[in-house]
């Protein structure tokens, strides 16, 4: 578990690609519980450890993901998350190239519940919910592109989805139109950039997570 940053009310820790972030059907442990093991040890905390979890992310997603340390933190993390104040930036790489080397995106989401998998349309629709991103081309290699995405809203699978109805399938997503998986199990996206003002010191934060140890990655990021 990689911790990149901490203080008395919040924790940001790079999740790999695989982990849950909260405990699910499947009974795997979740980040959240390897999260409590770290503060438990480091800081030699008897009985249990608070932890609140504001944010979740996909588990083949990798990134960013803030937890509150205290019950002072959760409560107005939570608010922070509802109202748009904490700043989410992505990276994804894509198969093709889009038309436009930077745009909005807006769709209407259907999510299928039994299919774990939103739909986009171009008109609203029976139980639908407006979808809005920005996106803009970071880096080229051969075969895939580079994007930098950042939410308007917070749709179930939103940047997935979109970027595959724009044409533009993130590598590895067989569930949105990838012509293969990534050998890991992973696709290509992760939470690389999170900026808010701290829910109590009131001060700026941003964190940056490193890339993954990944050539395609590295070479798609620097040129």
């Known amino acids: 578990m990689e911790v990149v940053y901490e203080d008395n009310h919040i924790i940001i820790v790079n999740k790999k690609s695989g982990e849950i972030v909260q405990g699910d059907k499947t009974g795997d442990r979740p980040l ?10 480091r800081y030699a905390k008897p009985g249990a450890v608070f932890l609140g979890v504001v944010h979740r992310l996909d588990r083949p997603v990798s990134g960013l993901v803030v937890f509150a340390r205290t019950s002072k933190a959760l409560t107005r993390l939570n608010k922070m998350f509802a109202e748009g104040q904490v700043h989410k930036t992505y990276w994804a ?6 038309k436009a080397p930077a745009g909005t995106l807006e769709h209407w989401l259907v999510r299928n519940e039994k299919q774990n998998k939103s739909y986009a349309y171009d008109k609203e ?8 991103l920005k996106y803009r081309v970071i880096g080229h290699t051969d075969n ?3 994007l930098e995405v950042n939410l308007m809203t917070g749709r179930h699978h939103q940047i997935r989805c979109q ?3 724009m044409g533009c399938p993130i590598k590895g997503d067989l569930k949105y139109g990838a012509p293969r998986s990534n050998p890991d199990g992973s696709i290509s996206l992760m939470s690389r950039r999170v900026e808010f003002v701290h829910p109590v010191s009131k001060e700026t934060i941003i964190v940056e997570a490193p890339l993954p140890n990944d050539p395609l990655w590295q070479a798609a990021a620097t040129r």
Request: cysteine-free; glycine content about 0%.
């Open 144 to 146: 895939y592109s580079v």
């Open 125 to 132: 629709r029976p139980n639908s919910k407006k979808a809005i």
């Open 93 to 98: 790489i894509v198969k093709n190239t889009p």
């Open 32 to 41: 959240s519980d390897l999260v409590k093991d770290y503060i438990k040890d």
């Open 163 to 165: 970027l595959a109805a």
